[in-house]
């Protein structure tokens, strides 16, 4: 049984966060033990929402309580997202602290989230610096898309090898291994989208049709999905064709339906059994 601490958003409503990554780890066959930054009733893209964010101590009190339990040492990896605050970031890091202290083997898996292509930077002034600077230094796993990639990188890359020069300057801050989502280089073709797991020197790419919705929480379930099966088989290589597989799914299912909200229940085979899989290769 593989147990993973998840730190990140929640809302009652639709799928991000925490509401997007603790189902399909737990379809997996996961054990999580969520909590939660912030308690919305939906996310932020509809305009409006009512609810609160919470601060670094109480993130903090609720880790208190779980290791209160005696489990830190059962922890497998801490996995975390957007982070609303300096505060919240900094009891992230202190959280994994406390787990590696516990289990030296378990992993840190950050979603460095900062922003996106056309909509640039999103988060808080400081996000991003405490992203560089603080988190993704000590992260095992990080899961930029290739805007954050650049960000973290401190450049723009369009080609292949400047994409893989990017993620050797991101590894240099601390991770092991990085996968790069909604990757656009020269070479994608218009109506595809890459993703790239790398370490060590090795990347490996995974293709996928482009779909024409656009939906939130699906970087938050793919880098879930990635850092199980990172778990299970040590390979970036195996994590990145099974992750790429169940997300497609899970997006082509909800386009198909005409979903604002990921179908993130409906889809859940594709978690287990995705209904198609695409080639890894090396790159």
């Not at 009733?41 to 919470?54: L, P």
């Not at 993704?136 to 796993?141: E, G, L």
């Not at 970036?236 to 169940?246: E, I, K, R, T, V």
Request: charged share 20%; net charge negative; proline share 5%.
């Amino acid at each position: 049984m593989l147990n993973v601490l998840s730190i990140q958003s929640h809302v009652a409503y639709g799928h991000v966060g925490n509401a997007a990554a603790v189902f399909p780890l737990q379809r997996l066959g996961v054990e999580v033990w969520p909590v939660h930054t912030v308690q919305f009733s939906n996310h932020t893209g509809y305009g409006k929402w009512t609810g609160r964010v919470f601060d670094g101590l109480a993130v903090e009190e609720v880790v208190d309580g779980i290791a209160d339990r005696g489990v830190l040492p059962a922890c497998d990896a801490v996995l975390s997202g957007y982070l609303g605050s300096a505060d919240i970031g900094h009891a992230v890091v202190q959280t994994v602290s406390r787990v590696r202290a516990a289990n030296p083997d378990a992993l840190y898996c950050c979603d460095p989230v900062i922003g996106d292509v056309g909509r640039g930077v999103f988060v808080r002034p400081g996000i991003e610096e405490l992203m560089r600077e603080v988190a993704v230094p000590a992260a095992d796993v990080v899961t930029p898309n290739h805007y954050e990639l650049d960000l973290l990188a401190g450049t723009t890359t369009r080609s292949l090898d400047s994409v893989k020069d990017a993620v050797a300057a991101v590894q240099a801050l601390g991770p092991r291994v990085v996968l790069t989502t909604s990757l656009d280089a020269e070479d994608t073709p218009d109506d595809a989208v890459d993703l790239l797991a790398s370490e060590g020197g090795r990347h490996y790419r995974v293709r996928t049709p482009k779909l024409g919705l656009s939906v939130n929480g699906a970087g938050d379930a793919i880098a879930a999905l990635f850092l199980a099966h990172l778990l299970r088989t040590g390979s970036p290589a195996d994590a990145l064709g099974a992750a790429a597989a169940s997300v497609f799914g899970l997006l082509a299912r909800t386009e198909a339906e005409g979903s604002r909200e990921i179908l993130l229940v409906a889809a859940q085979d594709e978690y287990v059994s995705p209904s198609r899989l695409f080639a890894v290769e090396e790159v």
